[in-house]
Structures are given as structure tokens and as C-alpha cells.
């Protein structure tokens, strides 16, 4: 299925858990909660956003009251916005949140999205169904951008989230589907948690190279690559890594010179 595939149905839309959302469509006053999904609405309609997180950092110019976060939102003060929609997803916000919400009367639509493929789907029913908008260009360019196939050498890869302790992407995560389209086999994949702890010992067996991104923990030239002795390390952007909005139409060509240019800690930079 692709993100111009039609979706028959008849009643309200239903969102990616099959929620039905009763949305006076196209709504006026949008809150979104989720980082990529605020960068959805801005690039495509900015008009209606009104609220979003203080981790929503792009479009840079973006300029809507903030709300808290997306573990921590004010509800209180979302209501009292009164939007005709709130956007949410299964992994990054509380059903508590979503739940409160709901029950204020306010229809709230989450998004589920753990591939690449999925990210393309979603994309395009939350603009057709939900915001009342057609397939934005930045999909279709997406689209395009993230069909060709992997490439056919797998290089083994870890890909920290986070220091102290280690946490590390695991299986059935889109970062971990976008990865593999990149030549990356997670190599901590087949544990049973989708981010993973490890040890220091476990962090570095197996690898080939390390992915280290700029968020959610910031690693940088001084904080990270000293993990990895003697392995290649990539300093990646990670909204291109993590992000399934307008990003995924540079995603590719971004991660794919980053990675070009991974090196060992001990190598100079050229």
C-alpha cells in the first residue's frame, strides 16, 4: 500500500489503532504533541496548528504556544485551547493523556508507525482523512526518495538513544526499519526489549559501526566515540534518523554522506 492508495470506509475516520475520531474536517485548531507530526502540520497547513511541545523544533521558525512535553503535556491548558483535533502516537505520548483528553470531548487522533512503509501510510491519511488536505509534495518526494532498495553489503550497526546507561534501538522501531534501508543490520535487534540496556562489554560486540545521533542524547566529536574503540563511528543528524515527517524526503541523501564519512575515534578527522 502506498500513501496515494484510497481508504474506503464509511463513519468517522479511524486512526492507525482504529479509533474512530469524530473530526470536523478540515479542523481549524490543530494540537500536536509529537515532534514529527507538528512538523507535518507546518509544512503543510500551517494555519491550523495553534500548540505543540517544547521538543517540536522544527520548521525553526515555528512559533505556537508550547505545551510541555510529549510525556509531560499540559492537559489542562490543551483543553482550555479547545482545537478541534489533538495528534498523539502509540510510543511517544500516555494513553493517561490520551485517554483525558478524550474524555474532555476532544478528538484526538494517534498515530502508530514503526517502519518506513507505515510512516508513508500514516503520513497520508492523517493529511487526507484527518486534516482535510491533500498528499503533500514533501510525501510524494518521500516516497520516491526511500524506494530504491537497501543495498546488498549489510554493515553490522549499533545505534545508541542514550548514555548512562546504555540504551540502544532495537527490533521493531522505525529507526531500526529506516537503518536497514541504509545497508544497517542492528546487531542487538533480536532482544526482547525494543530499546535495549547493555552493558559496556555488549555495547561493542559484533559491531561494525556505531550510529551515534545528535538526539535524544546529544553525542558529539567528545562524547560517545570513546565508547567505541577501533570501530568506525558516525556522527548522524538525528532528526533525519528519527524523525517521520517532512525529513524523510532528505533523510537518505543525509544519513547516507553521514555515514560515508564514519571513522575510528583514534583517526584524525579529514
Not at 509529537?34 to 495553534?50: D, F, G, K, N, R
Not at 523544533?57 to 499540559?74: F, I, Q, S
Not at 483525558?100 to 514503526?114: C, D, S
Not at 546507561?165 to 545497508?183: I, K, Q, S, Y
Request: hydrophobic share 40%.
Amino acid at each position: 500500500m502506498t500513501a496515494r492508495d484510497p481508504v474506503g470506509s464509511t463513519g468517522p475516520p479511524r486512526d492507525d489503532l482504529g479509533t474512530p475520531v469524530d473530526i470536523c474536517t478540515p479542523p481549524r485548531r490543530v494540537v500536536s504533541l509529537v515532534p514529527s507530526l507538528t512538523e507535518t502540520v507546518a509544512s503543510t497547513c500551517p494555519e491550523i496548528l495553534v500548540a505543540a511541545t517544547q521538543w517540536c523544533t522544527h520548521p525553526a521558525e515555528l512559533d505556537v504556544e508550547r505545551v510541555r512535553g510529549t510525556k509531560n503535556p499540559n492537559v489542562r491548558r490543551v483543553i482550555e485551547l479547545a482545537p478541534d483535533l489533538v495528534l498523539c502516537n502509540k510510543e511517544e505520548n500516555r494513553r493517561i493523556d490520551v485517554d483525558r483528553l478524550r474524555a474532555a470531548g476532544i478528538p484526538v487522533w494517534v498515530t502508530r508507525i514503526e517502519t518506513v512503509e507505515q510512516a508513508m501510510v500514516s503520513l497520508a491519511r492523517l493529511c487526507t482523512e484527518a486534516l482535510g488536505v491533500g498528499v503533500p509534495s514533501w510525501l510524494t518526494a518521500a516516497e520516491s526518495v526511500w524506494a530504491p532498495a537497501p543495498p546488498v553489503t549489510e554493515r553490522a550497526a549499533v545505534i545508541p538513544i542514550w548514555r548512562n546507561p546504555w540504551m540502544v534501538v532495537g527490533r521493531d522501531t522505525f529507526t531500526g526499519d529506516l537503518a536497514r534501508r541504509l545497508g544497517l543490520r542492528l546487531v542487538h535487534a533480536d532482544r526482547a526489549d525494543r530499546y535495549p540496556r547493555l552493558t559496556v562489554a555488549e555495547l561493542t560486540e559484533g559491531v561494525d559501526i556505531a550510529v551515534l545521533p545528535d538526539e535524544p542524547y546529544r553525542f558529539t566529536e567528545s562524547d560517545g566515540p570513546d565508547a567505541f574503540p577501533g570501530i568506525p563511528v558516525a556522527l548522524v543528524e538525528g532528526r533525519a534518523l528519527t524523525w517521520y515527517g517532512p525529513s524523510l524526503a532528505t533523510a537518505r541523501a543525509t544519513l547516507t554522506a553521514q555515514l560515508a564519512r564514519a571513522r575510528r575515534p583514534d583517526q584524525p578527522s579529514s
